[in-house]
Nanobody, 129 residues
Framework: QVQLVESGGGSVQAGGSLRLSCVVS?????????MGWFRQAPGEKREGVAG???????MYAYSVKGRFTISKDNAKNTLYLQMNSLQPEDTAMYYC??????????????????????WGQGTQVNVSA
């Protein structure tokens, strides 16, 4: 059974940084699937934040481009999200997600995100002004 477990969330002041981790266990290799980070604030729709396909191509939401960096460590079977220059509007529950097979393209699109079948439980990020 594949499991995704996020960690690294917390409370920071505006301008601060956090690094989220998503450890993948079970019969799945981060090297061979598309993965993404999504977030959802209370009362808001879930939105895609960053994604990476099997070619290593990355994509970002406009609101985080230049501040967030998605990466993965194949040896540790872990996905990361480095978040810098955090702002109060970044406050949300952050989730990682993975496809069940190889894929390429925009992981954050409607079509791409529909391929992400396995989700973690989330880690909370709070940014104060």
């Amino acid at each position: 059974q594949v499991q995704l477990v996020e960690s690294g969330g917390g409370s920071v002041q505006a301008g601060g940084s956090l690094r989220l981790s998503c450890v993948v266990s079970g019969y799945m290799s981060v090297e061979n699937v598309c993965m993404g980070w999504f977030r959802q604030a209370p009362g808001e729709k879930r939105e895609g934040v960053a994604g990476i396909d099997v070619r290593g191509t990355t994509m970002y939401a406009y609101s985080v481009k230049g501040r967030f960096t998605i990466s993965k460590d194949n040896a540790k079977n872990t996905l990361y999200l480095q978040m810098n220059s955090l702002q109060p509007e970044d406050t949300a529950m952050y989730y990682c997600a993975a496809s069940s097979s190889s894929c390429v393209g925009d992981v954050l699109s409607v079509a791409g995100s529909s391929l992400l079948r396995t989700w973690g439980q989330g880690t909370q990020v709070n940014v104060s002004a």
